[in-house]
């Protein structure tokens, strides 16, 4: 995933922290199960990073996101080891997609959006 792009985080600033914390939990979740792994067995390395303008200097709040093809975990020696993750389809990141904004909509309704 390159651009994610919640319209209301302009609107809602103060919503862009746990909005990106969200990304980030669910493309975690996913690559997690693409290993075959638990939360508590690996972590992945998505970074979810802010971007406040477009290219117009338009206000176009928006995130950007790097994001490994697998999961690490401590080996037995404790050092990181790498844990490939399966393909991702056009079919799992619209799953992934849907889950992002299921889970953005809850502060939003909790804030009466």
Not at 8 to 22: E, G, H, M, S, Y
Not at 78 to 98: C, I, M, N, R
Request: net charge positive; proline share 7%.
């Amino acid at each position: 995933m390159d651009h994610v792009t919640p319209p209301f985080l302009a609107a809602l600033p103060k919503l862009v922290t746990p909005a990106r914390q969200v990304v980030r939990r669910v493309i975690t979740r996913h690559l997690l199960g693409q290993a075959g792994l638990q939360a508590a067995e690996a972590n992945s390395c998505a970074v979810p990073l802010t971007q406040g303008f477009g290219a117009a200097a338009n206000p176009n709040v928006h995130f950007r996101c790097l994001v490994l093809d697998g999961v690490y975990r401590c080996g037995a020696d404790g050092a990181p080891e790498s844990v490939e993750a399966t393909a991702t389809t056009d079919e799992s990141l619209q799953t992934v997609w849907h889950e992002i904004i299921t889970r953005m909509m809850k502060p939003l309704m909790r804030r009466g959006g």
